[in-house]
């Protein structure tokens, strides 16, 4: 607990009040709700006191002072307005206008900050003789952003922005006196630069020196729509600025719960899909359907598709989905949900599943990115999410691990705190990753290990842990189970044996592990680079046995942090869309459950799998690959799938193709033709993040709003009116009209179906739309309407009771390189791309920074293979082949190659992933398999493709 800060009094403007002792003059003021005119000032960022703008006069004292710089004293009585004020305020202002150059400053009607101030304070220009230096306006450099020296006053909040928010220092001060002016990376090649085009720069310049170039661009917005993000699990906020029907910028909002005023280059830059000529605009079937009642149609031939209204679709896909439940049973049908989508839509795919349908065969993309953590972390903890906040992290942790997490390019916001605590509180940072990814120039520690030896790793660890007694044991002793187990499997991982399974040199792993087992409270974080793996629980088990034995559990700033990767990957597994699992990660094998929901949903008990019409499943259903892997044999006759895209993100994608080719009956749910669609039968379009209401539950259990900006496109809907509609003709195919509150398809909006969730989701008992709706900072478990949420999970105890050591031995991955593909790939994302691209594809200023797909190549490698830097490659597994650009670089070592996969077609490097499954996870090895590398041949490209 902080002791409690000191007060003193101050009087304001003839306000008395009482503030803390350590603020400044300009924060106390800001307290009382009294504006003092600033510039250089911003609360996010260090005090320069360089504008003089925001001068007081204090009572007893000569003269005046920057609000910013001077801090309050008890009985401190302050003017912050008076003519000789105004007076300065109107002289600094003339002085920083003989250096500002615009054309806005005649039209007058900038929205600057600055332009603000020399309205309010009558400031004029200065006579022509002053003749400034004037600057070419650089427009075209930056996709994002447009510079315009002309228009700099010098406050340098640009400069601190990307030093003190994103900790990248890509901009500075150049030359003195006259010639002073600010330089940036902005004008070199983006992907050299340090510049991530977070757009902090110009989040911050209060002159529009520095501006977003569609906010330059644009008219002003009638409106703004404060949302939360579509793309990734950190969950940031920000101001969707609106003009009639059409998003025209994305601006900070500065009380934004996670992310303030920052946001990644996706975020603020990346919404332009909405508005891609290739949206789905109206419902499509394929022109077979029409014609044949039976609904089969010619092997490998879906044919043409044809326009529909709304009720021709969703009645042609009710009647199929009801046929094959009534010729096959419940189980030949199959629903991906989605993590894109809103938790609403997620509970209403696995209600149409389970209540109308009768199977538990519902799963979605968590299974191929996160499913291992739920599954180790609930083994080890009895729950499955990530235990801390992302604040407490960076504000707390003497050391962090990250592994297996590229932070900056997946969730470069988080990344840019990480980068921050390393900077400003000297967190010890150790990184282990096979990649000399950009947070290793962050870390005390790089632990380059190979791919898929990190439980050998861990285990190193805690045996030196244990060896040099750094372990908990009170915390062992109190709160844990199984130590005595661990302990002796760990004697069989000393560092000589540690290093020649994961390549890491002793000395090196030791210095790690006496900073990860000496700084406490320490964090982990990680990412898929754990998960994906055939020993993916493995690792995941690994980590959670680490944090217990240092008891870093249920404390601030300690804790397991698994960053979740889509925007919703997190609620989607809360709503149970998930094959063993309802809402809440209540199993579908408890009886308990069980009841409530027979009676919830107003089924009938058709006694643990009887024969009942409508019953519920009480067995665990089949996976997304699974599924995919059913439908090809026709096990699974219809499968429904809302914004998933297997045709791209499957591993051995080849072969999931050839299973959906052979589907028998497939619907999709989305808002743009992907490469799934080629193999669908129905297409419904859905609405995007900006075009609908709801909630989304970010990496860190938090339930944030979603907001309606602007209609769907042409006849689109929100999913979940689609998903409701569905469910209401199902009702009617299937002859089944239950009665009570939970059990029908009637919604108003999704408020109805959260307060469905609220009353079967213990987790979710609190999380009312009205409580989302207000700002109410709520992460779950949120037990009920008066309860404030759990920032911090297993504070005094384990979900489960104790914590469970598991003791896990090292596994070598499922395919190793050998003579004929002698490589290691390696998978991941780029910061300019999102999953399989779909959206940052579609998006003008993402695609033109990074428009091809590049694999990175080491130099060793590249020499060998007789490859230069920016080359065209072909590279090639067992299962496919890929065509990239090469990149040749220090950041992978010699043998491993990376590759990601947002690219369709041969630049997929899903081609060469291989579809071997941990064993209880059910999740995919992406992040290993063997491959051999060439310089491109057309022919010989063609051929393999074949
Ligand atoms: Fe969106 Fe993630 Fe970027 Fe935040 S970090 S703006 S949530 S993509």
């Known amino acids: ?95 920083l206008l003989s250096n500002y150059l615009s054309e806005q400053l005649e039209a007058n009607h900038s929205a600057s900050e600055f332009l603000r101030w020399v309205r309010q304070y009558q400031a004029k220009s200065p006579p022509e003789s002053s003749s400034p230096t004037h600057h070419p306006v650089d427009a075209d450099s930056n996709p994002f952003i447009r510079v315009d020296l002309n228009k700099c006053i010098l406050c340098t909040r640009c400069v601190r922005a990307c030093a003190e928010v994103q900790g990248r220092f890509v901009l500075g001060v150049a030359e003195r006196g006259p010639e002073t002016r600010i330089i940036a990376g902005l004008g070199t090649d983006l992907l050299d630069a340090r510049c991530e085009s977070c757009g902090a720069c110009s989040a911050y310049c209060p002159t529009e020196a520095l501006i977003d170039r569609d906010k330059f661009e644009s008219d002003s917005p009638d409106r703004l729509v404060r949302t939360t993000c579509g793309y990734c699990g950190v969950g940031c906020q920000f101001n969707l600025n609106v003009k009639e029907q059409r998003v025209i910028s994305v601006t900070s909002h500065p009380d934004a719960p996670v992310n303030g005023m920052s946001l990644c280059v996706k975020g603020r830059y990346g919404y332009d899909f909405l508005h891609h000529n290739q949206r789905l605009k109206q419902p499509k079937i394929r022109r077979y359907l029409l014609d044949d009642i039976a609904f089969t149609r010619r092997p490998n031939d879906r044919g043409p598709w044809m326009e ?46 389970r209540q109308l349908i009768g199977t538990n065969n519902v799963d979605h993309c968590a299974r191929l990115c996160h499913s291992s953590t739920v599954a180790g972390l609930g083994m080890a903890f009895g729950s499955g999410a990530m235990s801390n906040s992302m604040d407490d992290v960076v504000q707390e942790a003497k050391a962090m691990l990250i592994i297996g997490s590229n932070t900056t390019e997946q969730h470069p916001v988080f990344g840019a705190m990480i980068r921050q605590s390393v900077l400003r509180r000297k967190a010890k940072l150790i990184v282990a990753d096979p990649r000399m990814i950009d947070m290793t120039e962050f870390a005390t520690v790089h632990l380059r290990q190979r791919p898929g030896t990190d439980v050998a790793l861990i285990n190193g660890i805690m045996h030196l842990a244990i060896k040099n007694d750094w372990h908990n044991q009170d915390f062992i002793e109190q709160r844990c189970k199984g130590f005595e187990e661990l302990k002796a499997m760990l004697e069989a991982y000393p560092p000589e044996r540690v290093s020649q399974i994961t390549g890491i040199p002793e000395r090196r792993l030791c210095e790690a592990a006496e900073i990860l087992c000496t700084n406490r409270p320490m964090a982990v974080i990680w990412a898929m680079g754990i998960t994906q793996h055939t020993t993916g629980v493995f690792n995941v088990l690994s980590l959670a046995n680490l944090q217990m034995l240092l008891g870093n559990m249920g404390i601030p700033g300690g804790g397991v942090n698994p960053l979740r990767g889509q925007n919703n990957v997190q609620g989607a597994c809360d709503m149970g869309a998930l094959p063993n699992v309802y809402p809440g990660y209540q199993p579908v094998n408890d009886e308990q459950t069980y009841k409530k929901f027979v009676e919830a949903w107003s089924l009938q008990d058709n006694g643990n799998g009887g024969e009942a019409r409508f019953g519920l499943s009480q067995s665990s259903g089949l996976t997304v690959t699974e599924l995919i892997e ?45 490469e799934t669609s080629k193999y669908a039968d129905v297409l419904l379009p859905g609405a995007a993040f900006a075009e609908k209401n709801g909630t989304f539950t970010n990496t860190e259990r938090r339930i944030q709003p979603v907001r309606k900006a602007i209609d769907p496109p042409g006849a689109a809907l929100p999913d979940w009116q689609v998903l409701a509609r569905l469910g209401t003709s199902l009702q009617r195919e299937l002859d089944y009209y239950p009665h009570g509150t939970q059990s029908g398809w009637e919604y108003q909006d999704a408020a109805e179906v959260l307060a469905e969730i609220n009353t079967l989701t213990p987790s979710y008992a609190g999380v009312t739309w009205n409580r989302v709706d207000a700002g109410e900072r709520l992460q779950w478990p949120v037990l009920s309407e008066s309860h404030d949420g759990t920032p911090i999970l297993h504070v005094e105890k384990f979900t489960c009771g104790l914590g469970e050591f598991h003791p896990v031995e090292h596994l070598p991955p499922a395919e190793i390189p ?17 999953h399989g691209g779909e959206l940052t594809r579609r998006s003008q200023g993402l695609s033109a920074v990074y428009p091809n797909p590049i694999v990175e190549v080491s130099h060793e490698d590249a020499r060998r293979s007789r490859i230069a830097d920016g080359m065209t ?64 041949d057309e022919e010989q490209v063609s051929e393999a493709d074949s």
């Open 630 to 674: 059913a439908a090809g044999e026709n096990k699974i006759r219809g499968l429904y799938i809302l914004g998933e895209d297997p045709a791209m993100t499957e591993p051995n994608v080849n072969h999931a193709v050839d299973c959906l080719q052979r589907a028998e009956f497939t619907v999709l749910q989305e808002i743009f033709p992907s």
């Open 308 to 353: 529909v209204d709304w009720e021709t679709a969703i009645d042609l896909v009710a009647r199929k989905l009801a046929a094959i439940k009534s010729q096959s049973g419940a189980d030949a049908l199959g629903f991906l949900s989605s993590a894109k989508c809103t938790n609403e839509e997620n509970y209403l795919v696995q209600k149409l599943a």
């Open 1 to 95: 607990m902080m002791p409690p800060a000191e007060t003193v009094r101050v009087c304001i403007d003839g306000h008395e009040s009482r503030v803390d002792a350590n603020i400044s003059i300009l924060e106390a003021a800001r307290k009382l709700d009294i504006e003092i005119p600033t510039l250089c000032y911003h609360k996010d960022l260090s005090v320069v006191g360089s504008c003089r703008l925001c001068l007081v006069e204090i009572e007893g004292r000569e003269g005046q002072y920057p609000a910013c710089a001077e801090s309050v004293q008890d009985g401190m009585e302050v003017f912050t307005e008076s003519s000789d004020l105004s007076e300065s305020r109107r002289f600094v202002l003339e002085m």
């Open 818 to 834: 050998d003579d004929e593909y002698p490589l290691l790939l390696t998978t991941g994302r780029v910061l300019y791309h999102w």
């Open 873 to 936: 490659v072909s590279i090639q597994s067992r299962r496919g082949i890929l065509v990239a650009r090469a990149a040749v670089t220090d950041r992978v070592p010699e043998g491993l190659i990376f590759g990601s996969f947002h690219f369709p077609g041969l630049g997929n490097v899903n081609n060469l992933t291989i579809s071997a499954l941990d064993p209880v996870a059910k999740i995919p090895e992406y992040k290993v398999c063997s491959v051999r590398l060439q310089p491109y």
